[in-house]
């Protein structure tokens, strides 16, 4: 609207002062919106064709520019800060062998689609032990497992989800960076086994280059133990650090985050909530869930975490692209409206450069196909 009023007042100002009618019809030739109506659609997506070449899908255009003003990050643990694939480094075993332990918790866990059930049926497999039949196998949301081995009743699952269940259940002495799986069986502690999830090598790289970008707060946000969650907090220094949260504690926390918007990028089916109600939902979809993908505004097809700094950098630059080619073509246009006002562009010529108006801003907002490459180049290098 604005940009119309201000045609129509050159073209009547010119027409006012010559007397001549054909003035008021030469400016409003080379009057063109097209720079407001094109130059963003195209830039926004040529960000998201240079999204999509980098392994990351954006669902919808407003993603980027959320993205691009972005203050708050936060981040699961397990499978975004770390790789996501623990390994088992010790079974304690309490009246019975530890192979006799890892067979249980390895079927209990067989039909879970849980990141650290995953490595306690890799552990079962590397040693060779065969699983057991399973009835009655289900999760216990956010918790672990509940199944029905033998004849038994057997849990697996956190810490605090077993000592609620078993009695005798001694204190466990974890390494930095550990986590534990109890197991109870019939109500008596059985023992637990002990897990590591190693940090990703690009972790503290890629927060370094998001506070670059502009982001002033990093929060995690992971169910696992305090213990743990602190440990690759002081490694990564992260100072904001919330452990032991259910999913409903990481819808709030991310409602109640400031200064927004606010980023949330996880991978589990725990993860899909938060990622739902956040400004910005990323997904690590290489090995996360379906789930988490489906409710995330993008998802991140490379298991590669410094991708979510790529993402703001593409989104920043995206938007300084399209005002750039929105005001470009703005003041090619008013040049020509007032050149047209003083009498020197005949109308014929002024509809020709009004198509040239049009193509410098749609070539200028294609500049957004490289958007982001040379932006993270410059902060990689520390200018």
């Known amino acids: 609207m604005p940009f119309t009023l201000v045609a129509y007042a050159i073209a009547g100002v010119a027409w006012w002062v010559s007397g001549d009618a054909g003035r008021f019809a030469e400016v409003l030739v080379v009057a063109t919106p097209c720079p407001l109506l094109i130059g963003a659609p195209v830039a926004f997506m040529a960000g998201m064709s240079s999204a ?3 392994g990351i899908v954006i669902k919808h255009a407003g993603t980027l520019e959320r993205l691009a003003r972005a203050k708050t990050i936060a981040l699961d643990k397990t499978g975004t800060l770390t790789h996501g694939t623990p390994r088992v480094v010790a079974v304690n075993p309490v009246a019975m062998s530890a192979d006799d332990l890892l067979v249980l918790v390895g079927s209990a866990e067989q039909y879970s689609a849980h990141v650290l059930a995953g490595a306690l049926r890799a552990a079962v497999a590397e040693r060779g032990l065969p699983l057991r039949d399973v009835i009655d196998a289900h999760d216990v949301a956010t918790h672990g497992v509940q199944a029905m081995i033998g004849g038994k009743t057997v849990f697996v699952g956190k810490p605090k989800y077993v000592e609620e269940i078993a009695t005798n259940v001694p204190p466990l002495d974890l390494q930095p960076g550990e986590a534990a799986i109890y197991i109870a069986i019939d109500g008596q502690f059985a023992g637990s086994v002990t897990l590591r999830d190693e ?29 743990v969650a602190e440990h690759v907090g002081r490694e990564l220094g992260i100072d904001d650090v919330r452990a032991e949260c259910l999913p409903e504690d990481k819808v709030n926390a991310i409602r109640e ?3 927004r918007p606010v980023v949330m990028v996880g991978d589990g089916v725990n993860d899909a909530p938060v990622l739902a109600v956040s400004d910005v939902g990323i997904a690590m979809g290489a090995k996360g869930s379906t789930s988490a993908a489906e409710s995330a505004d993008i998802v991140i097809l490379i298991d590669d975490i410094s991708r979510v700094a790529r993402a703001i950098s593409i989104g920043q630059r995206t938007v300084t692209i399209a005002l750039q080619s929105i005001w470009l073509g703005i003041a090619f246009s008013l040049a020509l409206m007032v050149w047209a006002a003083f009498g020197q562009l005949p109308a014929i010529i002024g509809a ?15 500049r957004a196909v490289h958007a982001g490459r040379a932006q993270l180049t410059g902060i990689a290098a520390g200018r």
């Open 52 to 54: 999509a070449h980098s």
């Open 199 to 227: 940090i990703r090598p690009d972790a503290a790289a890629t927060l370094s280059a998001l506070r670059k970008l502009g982001v002033r707060h990093v929060m995690m946000l992971t169910g696992d133990i305090r213990p």
């Open 257 to 259: 985050a400031s200064p």
């Open 352 to 366: 020709a450069l009004q198509e040239v108006v049009d193509l410098i801003s749609i070539l200028g907002a294609l």
